[in-house]
Structures are given as C-alpha cells and as structure tokens.
C-alpha cells in the first residue's frame, strides 16, 4: 500500500509546540492551498486547508523556523483520527503527518502574484520585445 502526500501551501496560523507525555515534541500547523482555474473567460479561486503534524526534531525545529504566512513544501503521509462524541456521534478527521518540510517562500507582500513570488515571469502582463527589437 502506498501512502504519501506532497503539499505546498501557506501557513494559516503560526505553529504551535507541546510535548506528548513521553516528551516528545510535536508541532501542529494549518496551510492553505489555493488553486485557480478558468471557467468560460472569468477566474475562479478555491481554498483548501489541511492540519500538519510534526514530530521529534523536526517538531522542534520547524516550531521556532516557521510562522503565518510562509510557503512550505511538505512530503508525509495521510492519518485518519477517529472518535466518538459525549452525544454518541461518531467523528474523524485525517491530518497530513510531515515527514520533510521545505521553506519556499516567506510572507507574500499584498501585491505580489503567486507567480511573481516564486520568480515565474508573467507572460500576460510582461513586455516583450517585439521583432523589431530583435537583432537577426
């Protein structure tokens, strides 16, 4: 069976550390994913958020290196939580267990493009030579 996640995304709040009863820490975080697509000539935006779990080292590490805001790379795996309710009502909820995570991009200013904070040119909008310009 196969079970690996690949995920970047955005902070959504900053992490939080505590320590499981054995003493080892943990670090849990939110981020957000947002993908844009087209339908028929306007754009459209959907958000997803997903809880991360860290633990051991790279608990502790990425509890002092990360904050709100920042863009990550995460590779981990799916683990499902389930549970009963005081009511009876049975729950569950799956969170992303981190394995590797990579800092890619701290805090976008408000008038960057996502494109244009990972340094992709903009082919709608740059200017472009136009064949006069072009020596041969």
């Avoid at 701290?106 to 310009?133: C, M, R, V, Y």
Wanted: no cysteine; aromatic share 8%.
């Amino acid at each position: 069976m196969l079970n690996k996640v690949f995920l970047i995304g955005r902070l959504t709040r900053d992490p939080e550390i505590r320590f499981l009863p054995s003493g080892t820490p943990i670090t849990t975080f939110s981020v957000a994913y947002n993908r844009n697509y087209k339908v028929n000539d306007e754009w459209k935006e959907e958000s997803h958020f997903f809880d991360v779990e860290t633990y051991g080292q790279l608990a502790e590490r990425l509890g002092k290196q990360l904050s709100k805001g920042v863009m990550v790379l995460i590779e981990g795996r799916l683990r499902q939580g389930r549970w009963e309710t005081a009511e009876g009502e049975k729950r569950s909820k799956i969170v992303i267990v981190a394995e590797k995570v990579s800092l890619i991009a701290k805090p976008k200013a408000e008038s960057q493009t996502p494109e244009e904070e990972l340094g992709i040119p903009n082919t709608e909008t740059e200017n472009f030579n136009t064949d006069e310009d072009i020596p041969f």
